[in-house]
């Protein structure tokens, strides 16, 4: 069987009489207590910060906040990458090595997605809605149908250099097909909104991903718990994301379909 492992840092050693003798209340846990207050508070302040931030540069700029948080998504999508592909040799799965190539993709789609963004100018603007749709749910099915096949790498092999060309052949293909071929299904039609085949698309996305979820934790025991704990609570808080996406893309298409300016 083979076990992902991650690596962390040493567990510090329990204060006890002998390394503190002056320390028998547990007095170094409560000066440590502050300080991890301190930081607690911190972190919460610079997430409502930037919270704020957001919110105020959407009210702003829909087009300028929405290449912004679709940058860091797709830098998120390219570090995991580069982690995974830089530790391959001790990961102790192929399956983490599957995953992190194929996120290197995802992020690609995405990264075009935001490019063809309507307002950015790169696309005409009759059409930009449609194509920047199109990425975005070719992303959505790439990322979902990467994360249900991992589960099923576990106790199997895959080589890196397979996996990177039949994901570029994979990426390609849905490119092609988009902004070459235009046979992809339209998915965004302007001053109607968006079509069946997205609406649908994101439930059979957020049933793939469910899938996936299932399937992972059936195989739990083939993973480091850390790992599977982590990956687990991603793809849950994915479903989510999507249903509540869909939900209110629904209800104000236009809000993620804004006129370009004149």
Known sequence: ????????????????????????NGLSELRE?????????????????ALAGLLLLS?????????AVELFATAVAWGLFL???????????????????????VGLLGLVHTLAYKGTGLFPAETAGD???????AARYLEASSLLLFPWLLDRRARPDVVLAACTAATGLLLASILSWRVFPTCYLEGEGLTPFKIVSEYVICAILGAALLSLLHRHRKLDPSVCQ?????IGLAIVLRLFHSSF????????????AK
């Open 1 to 24: 069987t083979i076990r992902a492992r991650t690596y962390s840092p040493l567990k510090r050693s329990m204060p006890s009489e002998h390394n503190h003798p002056g320390d028998r």
């Open 33 to 49: 207590s502050p300080r991890t207050l301190r930081g607690v508070l911190a972190a919460a302040t610079t997430v409502a910060v």
């Open 59 to 67: 009210r702003l700029d829909y087009v300028f906040f929405h290449s």
């Open 83 to 105: 982690l995974v592909w830089s530790s391959r040799g001790f990961l102790g799965s192929d399956a983490l090595t599957f995953l992190g190539i194929s996120y290197f993709f």
């Open 131 to 137: 194509v920047a749709t199109q990425l975005w749910i």
């Open 230 to 234: 982590l990956l687990s609570l991603a």
């Open 249 to 260: 893309e629904l209800n104000w298409p236009l809000r993620f379909h804004p006129a370009p």
